[in-house]
């Protein structure tokens, strides 16, 4: 009686039913395989087959217990328990599942070759034609599911058998040393958890969040950027994304959470370096330096927050986030020390990164649809509309960050094993043709422009009202002091930034030219 396939598991437990998916192969009498649940994922550790009896032990899996599971099979069906450490047995069975798997994707340049990274929307046209949801070779090496359509892309961001926490990441992210058991590079935090941890985390910050809230800073904000733009005004060209896109959003975050001004300027070495695709072995070594540094400077900074805290202020008082979150420390759902520092190095590279694309990439498309540079600038209340759709047209994330399917999800044709890797490519979602009529086209009154560059469902940007705010003020104020801004090169040497995930989409650099303004 053969066993090998893939196999859908329940077992009854006292905290109700749990599912497993679990892949054997057999030599006659020796079982091996994996299995996955919600718990993680593990190697069967000894499974014997007899006749039509299989049995099989995982160490360790379930709060550090044994799981061994004895039953017979038979055809499609296994019948048997599972002993659950002290818990005790519970029944169990199992159906083979025939999961179709389309065909791998076909050849195409990658996404982070010099052309994927260049211009990756052909690229992710091409893998959409094959589905909107299909496995393909990642760049590092691992099998992902890729999402490419928009209904799609929706469905899963939203869907509870998918999850963030990276001890349900596949072996080979583990192995490569892109996550560990327990956490990823930014540390425990909102990005990388699941409900109920999620929830918790979320929640001590939202509030600093909302519309309100950052309606407020708009008088800082506007004050940050009239600087910058008086400093650029004189010098006729610049680059862009060094004279203003990049400190505009740091110097907000950094105000909003305390960090001193001095140190700003290393969080763009450390954050270039934690962004690294670790493809060798030196670029793991200097994305791990980057993690390290600013971690340590986290611990640092906390400490100095915890040792001039002022003792009775309210926590809603406090002169700024990071005081805060360690006056709330001692609350009943206060941080400890890692959320502590997972949750300042997630605000810190969240809240800059990402805005630095949205300024630069907006501004360059500008600048490459005359066209639309000179409605805007004829009808300035288009600016909102120009926003969404400079995120939707080529937002700063392309790719949302790492998810991993829990249990077998059935989507559209096919069905996502659990276990498997799941990318969420949201910028080809904001270019699905089934969703936005003629896509590629860069329209700033494109009306129905519900794009997904913020994500979608519990993930859904936390910062998305500062990000707006920010990135109006900047616009209107690029516009407005420089007439006749345009680009300082020909568009096509343009370059990303090289060597990032294709988790975010940023250009290198944006010269620009202008008429100065005397000094
Ligand atoms: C244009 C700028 C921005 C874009 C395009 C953007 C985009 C995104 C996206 C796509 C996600 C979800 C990622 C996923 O599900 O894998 C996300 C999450 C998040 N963003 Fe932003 N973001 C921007 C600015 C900001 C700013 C200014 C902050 C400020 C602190 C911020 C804080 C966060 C946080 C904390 C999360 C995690 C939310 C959670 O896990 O519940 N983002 N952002």
């Known amino acids: ?42 190697e069967i550790d000894e499974g014997s087959v007899h006749g039509n009896e299989v ?49 791998p994707a076909r050849s195409e340049p990658s996404l982070i070759s010099a052309e994927g990274r260049a211009d990756p929307y052909p690229i992710y046209a091409r893998i959409r034609q094959d589905g909107p949801v299909r496995p393909v070779q990642g760049p590092l090496g691992g099998q992902v599911w890729m999402v490419t359509g928009y209904e799609e892309a929706r469905a899963l961001l ?14 080979w992210l583990r192995d ?22 999620h929830t918790r985390l979320r929640r001590l910050v939202s509030k600093g969040f909302t519309p309100r809230r950052i309606e407020a800073l708009r008088p800082r904000v506007q004050r940050i950027t009239d600087d910058l733009l008086d400093r650029m005004a004189p010098l006729g060209r610049v680059d862009l994304i060094d004279a203003f896109a ?52 986290l611990a640092a900074l906390i400490e100095r927050k915890r040792r001039d805290l002022r003792p009775g202020v309210p926590r809603d008082e406090q002169p700024d986030l990071a005081s805060a979150l360690v006056a709330a420390a001692d609350d009943e759902d206060g941080l400890n020390e890692r ?34 540079l000179a409605l805007l600038r004829d009808q300035p209340q288009l600016l909102p509309s120009a926003i969404e759709e400079m995120l939707r047209h080529d937002g700063p994330v392309e790719q949302g960050t790492g998810r991993t399917a829990v249990e077998n999800i059935e989507i559209g044709e096919v069905t996502i094993p659990a276990g498997s890797q799941v990318t969420v490519a949201l910028a080809a979602a904001d270019r699905d043709p089934r969703r936005f009529p003629d896509p590629d086209r860069f329209d700033i009154q494109r009306e129905d422009n519900a794009h997904v560059a913020f994500g979608h469902g519990l993930h859904f940007c936390l910062g998305a009202p500062l990000a707006r705010m920010e990135a109006q003020i900047a616009f209107r104020g690029l516009l407005d002091r420089f007439p006749d801004l345009a680009l300082d090169c020909p568009p096509e040497q343009l370059r990303q930034r090289p060597g990032t995930t294709p988790l975010f989409r940023g250009l290198a650099e944006l010269p620009v030219k202008f008429t100065p303004a005397a000094r």
Do not use: C
């Not at 379930?62 to 296994?78: A, E, I, K, P, Y």
């Not at 001095?262 to 330096?289: N, V």
């Open 176 to 197: 490569l040393g892109i996550v560990t058991a327990d956490e990823g590079p930014t540390g425990t935090n909102m990005l990388n958890s699941d409900p109920p941890d």
């Open 1 to 42: 009686m053969s066993i090998d396939g893939t196999w859908a598991f329940t077992a009854e437990s006292p905290r109700g039913e749990q599912s497993f998916a679990a892949t054997f192969t057999s030599d006659g009498e020796r079982l091996a395989g994996t299995m996955t649940g919600a718990q993680g994922i593990w």
């Open 55 to 103: 049995g099989w032990l995982v160490r360790r899996a379930v709060m550090g217990m044994n799981l061994r599971f004895t039953g017979v099979v038979d055809g499609d069906q296994w019948t048997g328990k599972v002993k659950v450490g002290v818990l005790g047995s519970f029944p169990a069975s199992a159906v083979r599942t025939t999961l179709e798997q389309p065909p």
């Open 246 to 297: 990049y400190p505009l959003p740091i110097t907000v975050i950094s105000e909003l959470i305390g960090v001193p001004e001095e140190d700003r300027d290393d969080f763009r070495s450390w954050t270039a370096a934690m962004l690294l695709m670790p493809l060798e072995e030196e670029l793991r070594a200097r994305r791990s330096q980057g993690i390290e540094a600013i971690n340590g400077y």
């Open 339 to 372: 959320e502590l520092v997972g949750m300042l190095n997630l605000l810190l590279v969240a809240g800059h990164e990402t805005t630095v694309n949205l300024i630069g990439n907006g501004m360059a498309a500008l600048l490459r649809h005359p066209g639309q």
């Open 158 to 171: 939203n869907d509870p058998r998918i999850s963030k926490h990276p001890r349900h990441a596949p072996q």
